[in-house]
Nanobody, 115 residues
Framework: QVQLVESGGGLVQAGGSLRLSCAAS??????MGWYRQAPEKQRELVAT???????KYADSVKGRFTISRDNAKNTVYLQMNSLKPEDTAVYYC???????????WGQGTQVTVSS
C-alpha cells in the first residue's frame, strides 16, 4: 500500500521559515512534489522534483522555496523561507509511481503565515 505522510506544518510569522517533509512508502516514485490549496481556491502546484534532481517551481515561490529529496529514504522536502500571508494553505505531498504511473497524495499539512 502506498502511503505518503507529511509533517512540518504550523503557524509562523511573515518572513519566517518552515520545512515540510513527506515520507513515502509502498512503491518507487518518479516525480515527487508539493501542491497547496488555500480556502476557496484551486489546488496549485508549488514545486516538483524528478528522481534525477530536475526541479520546477511556481513563479510565486521562486527564490523563496527549495524542494529536495532523499531517494534512499523516499522522502521529499520543501524548505520555505521568507513566508508571506498568501502562502497560507494546506500543503499536500504528491508522488507518481514509476510502475503504475498513478498519482498519490498525502493527507496534507496546514501552513499558516500571520501578518
Amino acid at each position: 500500500q502506498v502511503q505518503l505522510v507529511e509533517s512540518g506544518g504550523g503557524l509562523v510569522q511573515a518572513g519566517g521559515s518552515l520545512r515540510l517533509s513527506c515520507a513515502a512508502s509502498g512503491s518507487i516514485f518518479s516525480t515527487m512534489g508539493w501542491y497547496r490549496q488555500a480556502p476557496e481556491k484551486q489546488r496549485e502546484l508549488v514545486a516538483t522534483i524528478a528522481s534525477g534532481g530536475s526541479t520546477k517551481y511556481a513563479d510565486s515561490v521562486k527564490g523563496r522555496f527549495t524542494i529536495s529529496r532523499d531517494n534512499a529514504k523516499n522522502t521529499v522536502y520543501l524548505q520555505m523561507n521568507s513566508l508571506k500571508p498568501e502562502d497560507t494553505a494546506v500543503y499536500y505531498c504528491n508522488a507518481v509511481g514509476r510502475f503504475d504511473w498513478n498519482s498519490y497524495w498525502g493527507q496534507g499539512t496546514q501552513v499558516t503565515v500571520s501578518s
